[in-house]
C-alpha cells in the first residue's frame, strides 16, 4: 500500500514512554479500558466486538483519530493502523504513544482530512469513524470511505444522530451559552449530524449490516455519573437506562 503524504513525525520527547522501553501491563489494560468503557461510546463499541469483528494482520483507517488511542487498541490486537486527523499536535501524540508500546512499526498517523483521504483506493479493510462526520462534508467523506475500502471490507460508524430530543437540548443549550471562543468555534464547526435516510442510502452499498441505536435517556444518566462520581444510585441509574 502506497501512502501519497507525509507521515507525522514525533519531534518532541515521549511523555508516555517507561524507564525501560518494555511493554507495561497496567497501560495496556488502560488503553483498552479507555476503549472499552467510554461512557458515551462504550456500548457502541460492545455491540461492535459482540460481531467477532476479526482485526488480526488487517490495514485499519481510523478517521479523526485524536491522540491515537483507539488505532493503539487495534494495533495491540495485531492490526496494522492508520490514523488521520487534522490536528498536527494530536497526530504527534499518537506516534509518541506508538513509540512507548514498542508499536510505531503498527501505527502509521498521517494529517490530513477525511473528505481527500491521501491513501491509494481499495487498500483498507476496516474504516472506524467514532463522533466525526458531523465535522465534514457527509457526502464527500462517505465516497472516500468507498474508495479506499476493499470490496470486501468493513465501515464502522459510531456518529451522532440528529433526532433525540434529549440531547437536541443539550445541543441547543451549549450553543446558547458558549462564552469563550473555542467554545464559539466548537460549535460553528459542527455542519450537520447524518441523518437516518443518509445510513439507509449507505448501506445499501453493503451486502450485509447492521444498525443499532444507544442512549435515548444516557444523557441523564452519563450526566449523573461524570458529576456524582462514586454515587451508587448515579451508578444504578446507568446501568438501568
Not at 491515537?68 to 495485531?78: H, R, V
Not at 464559539?184 to 442510502?201: A, F, Q
Request: hydrophobic fraction near 40%; proline fraction near 2%.
Amino acid at each position: 500500500m502506497r501512502i501519497n503524504c507525509e507521515k507525522v513525525k514525533s519531534n518532541q520527547n515521549s511523555d508516555f514512554q517507561s524507564e525501560d522501553g518494555c511493554l507495561n501491563s497496567k497501560r495496556v489494560k488502560q488503553i483498552k479500558k479507555d476503549f472499552l468503557f467510554d461512557p458515551f461510546f462504550g456500548d457502541a463499541v460492545e455491540y461492535i466486538l459482540d460481531k467477532r469483528l476479526d482485526v488480526l494482520g488487517s490495514v485499519i483507517l481510523e478517521s479523526g483519530c485524536g491522540a491515537g488511542k483507539t488505532c493503539l487498541y487495534f494495533a495491540l490486537q495485531g492490526a496494522k493502523t492508520i490514523g488521520l486527523d487534522l490536528k498536527k499536535h494530536e497526530m504527534e501524540n499518537g506516534v509518541r504513544l506508538a513509540e512507548s508500546f514498542e508499536l510505531r512499526d503498527k501505527c502509521l498517523f498521517l494529517k490530513g482530512n477525511s473528505a481527500y483521504i491521501p491513501i491509494e483506493s481499495n487498500s483498507v479493510d476496516i474504516i472506524f469513524s467514532k463522533s466525526t462526520i458531523q465535522y465534514m462534508d457527509r457526502k464527500k467523506v462517505l465516497n472516500e470511505y468507498m474508495r479506499i475500502l476493499k470490496s470486501d471490507g468493513v465501515v464502522i460508524l459510531i456518529e451522532n444522530l440528529p433526532h433525540n430530543p434529549l440531547i437536541n437540548l443539550y445541543r441547543l443549550r451549549r450553543r446558547l451559552i458558549s462564552k469563550t471562543l473555542e467554545e464559539e468555534e466548537y460549535v460553528e464547526s459542527i455542519l450537520g449530524y447524518i441523518t437516518p435516510n443518509e445510513v439507509e442510502s449507505f448501506t445499501d452499498r453493503f451486502k450485509h449490516s447492521t444498525h443499532r441505536e444507544f442512549h435515548l435517556f444516557r444523557m441523564i444518566s452519563i450526566y449523573l455519573r461524570l458529576h456524582l462520581k462514586h454515587n451508587r444510585v448515579a451508578m444504578i441509574i446507568d446501568i438501568i437506562i
